[in-house]
Every structure is written in structure tokens, then in C-alpha cells.
């Protein structure tokens, strides 16, 4: 019954900003889990972006660090990437992870003038 539903991709030109969410719902107490964004690019494999923990650690790719923001609302069992200063190679589908198990079904984002 666990669902994960990211919105917020679209297209935007380099240098822009995006901002993604994602919403869990069912049986999953978000508050004690980790909450992650990972990111695949064409041709490429599936790579770790950013998480935050239960206690509000977090963690950065070294690509994205200084440019993405991750944050929590345990209340709305929400997860956000706020993404800055976007680049080409940003380009990718980006999915929702909680608590390791958890998969959201992607956005596209695509950064391209």
C-alpha cells in the first residue's frame, strides 16, 4: 500500500531551478526513515543524489553539493530537492527513495537551452 509520488520536473534552461517533491502515503512511518533522491541518466546507471536522515542529516553527491538542497516535512510525509544552478548533465529521471525499500515511479527533469 506504500506509494511515493515525486512532481515538479519539467524543462528549464541551464543555470534555472527546479524544485521536486515527493509525497508518501500508506502504511510507512516516514518519520524514522532515511529519505533519499537518486537520479539516471541516458545510458547511464542509476546514482545516488542526496538524503536525509530521521535526525535531519544530510548527504550530497559531489556533483550537486553547493547547488541542491534536500529537506523534510515529517508532517506532510514529504521529501524536497530544491535544485539551483542546473547544468545539462543534471538531465536525468530523478526517483523518490524512503527507507531504503521504496521507489517512487520518477520525473523527468531536462536541462537544456
Known amino acids: 500500500q506504500v506509494q511515493l509520488v515525486e512532481s515538479g520536473g519539467g524543462l528549464v534552461q541551464p543555470g534555472g531551478s527546479l524544485r521536486l517533491s515527493c509525497v508518501a502515503s500508506?502504511?510507512?512511518?516516514?518519520?524514522?526513515?532515511?529519505m533519499a533522491w537518486y537520479r539516471q541518466a541516458p545510458g547511464k546507471e542509476r546514482e545516488f543524489v542526496a538524503s536525509?536522515?530521521?535526525?535531519?542529516?544530510?548527504n550530497y553527491a559531489d556533483s550537486v553539493k553547493g547547488r541542491f538542497t534536500i529537506s523534510r516535512d515529517n508532517a506532510k510525509k514529504t521529501v524536497i530537492l530544491q535544485m539551483n544552478s542546473l547544468k545539462p548533465e543534471d538531465t536525468a529521471v530523478y526517483y523518490c527513495?524512503?527507507?531504503?525499500?521504496?521507489w517512487g515511479q520518477g520525473t523527468q527533469v531536462t536541462v537544456s537551452s
Open positions: 527513495n524512503v527507507g531504503s525499500d521504496f
Open positions: 500508506g502504511s510507512i512511518i516516514v518519520r524514522i526513515l532515511t
Open positions: 536525509i536522515s530521521s535526525g535531519a542529516t544530510t
